[in-house]
Structure formats: C-alpha cells, structure tokens
C-alpha cells in the first residue's frame, strides 16, 4: 500500500502504550486479546487492532485520502478499495479539486 510511515509509527506507539491481556472464552475455548484496563481508550484501540490483524480485517483499516482529512475509517467497500471515509464530504471534495485542476489545466 502507500500508508504513510508517521501514521504506522503513530500506531506502534499506541500499540506499544496499551497493555492487553489473552482471555479464554470458556464456552469454546477460544484465545482473544483484549484490553488490560477495559476503561482505557488506548487499550481498547489497541485490542481492536489486534483483533483485526488476526482475522484479517486490519487491511481495511485505513486513514483517508483526503489530505485535510487524514481521519481513521473501516473501509466498508466490497471490493476493499475505499479511498475516503466518507464519500458524501472527503470523496466529493477531491473529485471537485479534480475537476477543478482539470478545468485549470485546459
């Protein structure tokens, strides 16, 4: 992808802060992480993202296109391929400076 480094470093470090801890469901034995302090946002982030990067949904946790956006979003597309967290606000933005530069440029 073209994720940009201070954004997955901004993750590590966040990662790095929240404890989490391994729980058992003790109904089918399965392992999960969550976080150690339920109460804490940063753990509760951080459980989520792990969660994620082990059922695979993690890749579609992205940041939006939208450079006076940049907001956190779960890209819900089928395909997979969202570029904006919304495309009412950041998605019509862009396609308008698109079509302005076009415009521009003729």
Request: hydrophobic letters at 40%.
């Given at each position: 992808g073209h994720g940009a480094p201070a954004e997955v470093a901004a993750?590590?470090?966040?990662?790095?802060?929240?404890?989490?801890v391994t729980t058992v469901d003790p109904a089918d034995g399965?392992?999960?992480?969550a976080p150690a302090d339920p109460a804490s946002l940063t753990a509760r982030v951080a459980a989520a993202v792990?969660?994620?990067?082990?059922?695979?949904?993690w890749q579609r946790l992205k940041a939006c296109e939208d450079e006076t956006c940049?907001?956190?979003?779960?890209d819900r597309s089928p395909a997979g391929?969202?570029?904006w967290c919304s495309m009412e606000v950041c998605g019509a933005r862009a396609k308008m400076r698109a079509y302005r530069?076009?415009?521009a440029g003729e």
């Amino acid at each position: 992808g073209h994720g940009a480094p201070a954004e997955v470093a901004a993750l590590g470090t966040l990662l790095a802060q929240a404890p989490l801890v391994t729980t058992v469901d003790p109904a089918d034995g399965s392992a999960r992480l969550a976080p150690a302090d339920p109460a804490s946002l940063t753990a509760r982030v951080a459980a989520a993202v792990a969660r994620g990067s082990l059922d695979g949904s993690w890749q579609r946790l992205k940041a939006c296109e939208d450079e006076t956006c940049r907001w956190a979003y779960y890209d819900r597309s089928p395909a997979g391929r969202g570029r904006w967290c919304s495309m009412e606000v950041c998605g019509a933005r862009a396609k308008m400076r698109a079509y302005r530069a076009r415009r521009a440029g003729e």
